[in-house]
């Protein structure tokens, strides 16, 4: 079985610049978390969905991040404007249940922002 | 006081030692208990959970203490591949999700 996805697993983009990230969970996954990971301050967990709606945003940094999760099998983390502060491992992570299970992660995005 | 805290390290240890990581946490509604393993450059995965009656899996021993609200990982015989760092998650309290900031082991030959 494919386990999570994400794209790109690579971006470089100037500040100022729109960013999309896109993660596929694994099939049948009813929980997704979006993590921000960097040397400073570990990992963060951004937002957090169930049955495809977000139960808890509160790690969401400000108003230019934005996550959506239109359905089961796929779910985007939008930061506009970026900026170099953005430059970060971003991860996605799904589990079969709650938020009490385990977690299962993609490969990561690697976002620089210049 | 951080709701998660691990030390940072790093543990530098030999070959074939045994080392123990400990997890503090604050929020007493924490419901369950992992601990993950992070390769340099690569994703979190899953080592083991964390049950309250402790439990064990191979060389690797997890434990709860809910009264001192810590967990620990306990590794034995050290292997070069141990070496990573060890993240501790904490989660279903109050549907919070906590990670610590992980613990890095370096296993020396």
Same mark, same amino acid.
């Given at each position: 079985?494919?386990?999570?996805?994400?794209?790109?697993?690579?971006?470089?983009?100037?500040?100022?610049?729109?960013?999309?990230?896109?993660?596929?969970?694994?099939?049948?996954?009813?929980?997704?978390?979006?993590?921000?990971?960097?040397?400073?301050?570990?990992?963060?967990?951004?937002?957090?969905?169930?049955?495809?709606?977000?139960?808890?945003?509160?790690?969401?940094? %400000?108003? /230019?991040? @934005? *996550?959506?999760?239109?359905? &089961? +099998?796929?779910?985007?983390?939008?930061?506009?404007?970026? %900026?170099? /502060?953005? @430059? *970060?491992?971003?991860?996605? &992570? +799904?589990?079969?249940?709650?938020?009490?299970?385990?977690?299962?992660?993609?490969?990561?995005?690697?976002?620089?922002?210049? | 006081?951080?709701?998660?805290?691990?030390?940072?390290?790093?543990?530098?240890?030999?070959?074939?030692?045994?080392?123990?990581?400990?997890?503090?946490?604050?929020?007493?509604?924490?419901?369950?208990?992992?601990?993950?393993?992070?390769?340099?450059?690569?994703?979190?995965?899953?080592?083991?959970?964390?049950?309250?009656?402790?439990?064990?899996?191979?060389?690797?021993?997890?434990?709860?203490?809910?009264?001192?609200?810590?967990?620990?990982?306990?590794?034995?015989?050290?292997?070069?591949?141990?070496?990573?760092?060890?993240?501790?998650?904490?989660?279903?309290?109050?549907?919070?999700?906590?990670?610590?900031?992980?613990?890095?082991?370096?296993?020396?030959?």
């Amino acid at each position: 079985d494919a386990g999570v996805i994400q794209s790109p697993r690579h971006e470089v983009t100037e500040m100022g610049q729109e960013v999309t990230l896109r993660c596929k969970p694994i099939s049948g996954h009813n929980s997704l978390f979006w993590y921000r990971q960097t040397m400073m301050r570990g990992l963060e967990l951004l937002i957090y969905f169930n049955n495809n709606v977000p139960i808890d945003d509160s790690g969401m940094p %400000e108003d /230019r991040f @934005s *996550a959506k999760m239109p359905n &089961a +099998s796929f779910s985007t983390l939008k930061i506009q404007p970026s %900026e170099p /502060r953005d @430059s *970060a491992v971003y991860f996605c &992570a +799904s589990s079969f249940g709650t938020s009490k299970e385990t977690q299962y992660f993609g490969p990561g995005t690697r976002l620089l922002v210049l | 006081r951080k709701e998660v805290e691990q030390d940072p390290g790093p543990f530098n240890v030999p070959e074939g030692a045994t080392v123990a990581f400990n997890c503090t946490y604050s929020n007493s509604a924490s419901q369950s208990f992992f601990w993950y393993r992070q390769d340099c450059r690569k994703e979190p995965k899953l080592l083991m959970s964390v049950y309250s009656s402790g439990n064990e899996d191979g060389r690797f021993t997890a434990q709860l203490n809910r009264a001192s609200q810590y967990i620990s990982l306990l590794i034995r015989d050290s292997k070069l591949s141990d070496s990573a760092t060890y993240l501790c998650l904490l989660s279903g309290g109050y549907q919070k999700v906590t990670f610590g900031t992980g613990t890095k082991l370096q296993v020396i030959p």
